[in-house]
């Protein structure tokens, strides 16, 4: 049996030989954190700095070297996220991952971003593009630097390409699809809405709430009525069931920000708090990196979030401003009618037919041979894929497929001076467009929108597709930075924004709903800045991290009082059900079940009342969560007006479809958790912060995912926490005084999983914990030099 022993001992050394191989290999991609490095056209030496946590300082001694060091420290900690971002926007994953990524690439190709990048590219000012030439040799260098390829590429058995100055802005581009996603569908699904019901019930129905408004100038939108007419059948029947009737009370879920002047901050400063809201996955969305170099207008030191493949600090502030962003969710794009001759070659404009341009899209497939993909093109913009009412083609016009809606303009705020400054550079930038919230160190502060706003001319009715064919309704170019809402030096000394409605007036008009948040989560955070007379970093903080549910009460006292009725609680074994409503519903914790009950019960009841309206969505290629329309505001109104002639047709009574609401919904959670003690709120909620590859190789998801545990927090309340969606930055922030600010991320500072960077700040993130808004001392130190 000798010789069985040695075949056992030689597989033994061959598998420990393949480990160590694997090891060495993982090892190998890891970023270089100390000693020297040379770095081709730097104009002088330049240091990566590290602090315990890996947050990143880069000092050099100008800003192009700084990109260059930058995009070097980029491409070591995060080249695969920034692979996967360049290659979603432009449609080109299944060149990586295989034909399951197919769908999504041919649904990106629309919007030919690739052939855009090129052209803003094309356009940039001489000083933007050679900063982003200096970027991208420093990824490319700090690509070839590793001792090997990130270890995700040696489970697709793929190689890295190198970067190029158009992904960088491929990367901007994937930010407009993540931060406007609808695309032209919430449009198309307001028409439907418009021709099913009278125009009194589209009124009521696609009314914004007036239950919640909490806009910065204060101004109010009135309730449209409930109509005096019945249900229309579209509300009443349920024709055909609907397979996904999930309720989408806006088109956002998240992010804050919010400021307080001089007057009302401690120590007389002026202070800034911003939490942008994603989904979430590991690694997180945001990079830390402090920049400091010199230039003939002085010395300059930055420091906040930076997005890994772009050479730009997104938020933070530079010792005389600071700056931070949440998602208008206004309306940026139109769905533009087509007429098409009987070929579908050629469509009506202007009196005559044009040709529709026809682009073909070669799509590479990992593995499998390429494939072409056609896109149709108007003089407006492409043509959207088949949407109800079948046979009716759409044209999307966008401002992410216009070359003012790509640029680096956004470098302007690093140097700004002040408010003003920053306020003037917004109206050029083009980028996805953002509430920009500023707060300078002469403790004034200001808002207005960064990103290129269209002149709409003509257009009187911007929620539904628009028939441009006679020329009168147009787009006629973007307004200059004069005519750009602002609000600078606010009477109060506070200004919020929060996803929802920003401003009244012509303001408002300008801007357009987009599935603006229905204004709860605004109305928390400007009433706790409105609670305190003087505020500190401290104060701002606690606000991001409110979870108390004030939204639900109302819900939670129609359980109380009008559903939860002695004889239907007997009959139904109810009594611990009505227990945790009466005792744990006040704040989305996560050992609260009396929160997550009355959030069912409220989602199950809204769910009931708009199922036949879900259903009709569905028969037209669409989604009731497409439409921009608030289920809160008019299914409150049905519920509290109980009108026989209101009823969807499926019940005989409101108490009948409340109570059926509440039985539906428990068991549901009992199904879900096992009983009605154990369906927490935290239970329900966990942290999911998943590596992209986890999914595919589960296996392999605890070494690649984030620790995850039951969250405080939800949609409709300033910490948000709603299933995977969450505070992908916190940030608090005094310009001048940025010692004394904070700045967490979840996850942390590396991609790769052997880093000790990767978890780095997960654990302050989870718990709520205040990190410092500036690195700490050095704890690694590396040298590039020419």
Not at 65 to 91: K, P, S, T, Y
Not at 182 to 210: E, K, N, T
Not at 474 to 482: D, E, S, V
Not at 545 to 560: E, S
Request: proline content about 6%; aromatic content about 6%.
């Amino acid at each position: 049996m000798a010789w069985l022993k040695r075949i056992a001992l030689g597989l033994l050394a061959l598998v420990m030989l393949l480990a160590l191989a694997l090891w060495l290999a993982l090892r190998g991609s890891l970023a270089q954190l100390d000693g020297e490095r040379a770095l081709p056209a730097l104009a002088a030496p330049a240091e990566i700095q590290r602090d315990a946590r890996g947050y990143v300082t880069v000092t050099a001694e100008n800003r192009a070297d700084v990109a260059r060091a930058l995009g070097f420290a980029h491409a070591q900690e995060r080249f695969f996220q920034m692979d996967l971002m360049r290659r979603n926007a432009a449609g080109e994953l299944s060149a990586l991952v295989g034909a399951k990524a197919l769908p999504l690439d041919k649904a990106r190709r629309l919007h030919r971003f690739r052939h855009r990048a090129d052209a803003a590219l094309a356009a940039l000012p001489a000083d933007e593009r050679a900063l982003l030439d200096a970027y991208v040799s420093g990824v490319n260098a700090g690509l070839a630097a590793l001792g090997a390829r990130p270890p995700e590429y040696l489970l697709l058995r793929q190689q890295p390409a190198p970067w190029a100055a158009a992904d960088t802005l491929l990367v901007a581009y994937g930010m407009y699809l993540d931060l406007q996603g609808a695309q032209g569908r919430d449009d198309i699904a307001m028409g439907v809405l418009h021709d099913s019901v009278p125009a009194d019930w589209y009124a009521f129905l696609s009314q914004h709430s007036a239950d919640w408004q909490a806009a910065m100038d204060d101004s109010r939108v009135s309730a449209v009525p409930l109509p005096a007419g019945p249900l229309p059948d579209a509300l009443r029947v349920v024709k055909t069931a609907c397979r996904d009737c999930g309720l989408q009370d806006s088109r956002d879920i998240g992010s804050n920000n919010f400021a307080v002047a001089a007057a009302h901050g401690r120590d007389g400063r002026a202070l800034l708090a911003d939490d942008m809201h994603l989904g979430l996955r590991s690694p997180g969305t945001w990079f830390k990196a402090r920049l400091q170099w010199k230039d003939a207008a002085g010395s300059h030191d930055i420091a906040g979030a930076t997005l890994a493949g772009t050479p730009l600090l997104v938020v933070g502030s530079n010792g005389r401003v600071a700056w931070g962003f949440t998602n208008t969710t206004s309306d940026w794009a139109d769905v533009v009618t087509l007429q098409l001759n009987a070929a579908g070659t050629h469509y009506l404009s202007g009196g005559v037919e044009k040709p529709l341009k026809r682009s073909v899209e070669r799509i590479e497939i990992a593995g499998q041979p390429a494939v072409d993909h056609e896109v149709l093109e108007s003089e407006w913009g492409p043509v959207m894929p088949q949407q109800a009412p079948k046979g009716q083609a759409y044209a999307l016009r966008w401002v992410a497929h216009d070359p003012e809606g790509m640029n680096l303009h956004l470098l302007k705020l690093e140097t700004a001076g002040g408010v003003d400054d920053a306020v003037r550079a917004a109206a050029g930038a083009g980028i996805p467009h953002q509430n920009l919230l500023l707060a300078d160190s002469t403790g004034r502060i200001a808002w207005t929108v960064i990103g290129a706003i269209p002149r709409r001319v003509g257009v009187d009715d911007m929620d539904r597709p628009q028939d441009w064919r006679d020329g009168r309704s147009r787009w006629q170019g973007y307004l200059p930075a004069a005519e750009q809402p602002r609000i600078v030096d606010p009477a109060d000394g506070r200004l919020w924004t929060a996803n929802s409605r920003m401003v009244g007036g012509d303001a408002m008009k300008t801007v357009g709903n987009g599935g603006w948040d229905l204004g709860a989560r605004a109305q928390q955070i400007r009433d706790g800045l409105r609670a305190q007379d003087r505020l500190d970093e401290a104060g701002l903080h606690a606000i991001q991290l409110d979870h108390r549910a004030l939204f639900l009460q109302r819900w939670r006292q129609l359980l109380l009082d009008r559903v939860l009725t002695p004889e239907f609680v007997a009959a139904n074994g109810l009594a611990d059900y009505r227990a945790e409503v009466a005792r744990s519903a006040d704040a989305a914790r996560p050992d609260a079940v009396g929160y997550l009950l009355v959030r069912a019960f409220r989602e199950q009841a809204l769910t009931q009342i708009f199922a036949p309206l879900a259903g009709l969505m569905e028969t037209r290629g669409l989604k009731l969560r497409d439409l921009k329309m608030v289920p809160e505001t008019p299914g409150w109104a049905l519920i509290q007006a109980a009108r026989p002639d209101t009823l969807p047709g499926a019940y005989k009574s409101w108490p009948e479809l409340l109570q059926q609401a509440v039985l539906a919904s428990r068991k549901e959670l009992v199904d879900r958790h096992g009983s009605v003690a154990a369906a927490t709120w935290g239970a329900d909620n966990p942290t999911s912060m998943r590596h992209p590859l986890s999914q595919a190789v589960p296996v392999l998801s605890g070494w690649l995912d984030q620790a995850s545990q039951g969250m405080a927090g939800d949609a409709h309340m300033p910490r948000v926490h709603n299933h995977g969606h969450g505070q992908s930055e916190r940030m608090v922030v005094s310009p001048g005084q940025e010692e004394r600010g904070l700045l967490v991320i979840p996850g942390g500072q590396s991609g790769h999983p052997m880093s000790p960077f990767y978890r780095s700040d997960h654990a302050a993130w989870l718990a709520g914990e205040a990190l410092p808004f500036l690195p700490g001392g050095a704890a690694y130190r590396l040298v590039l030099r020419p």
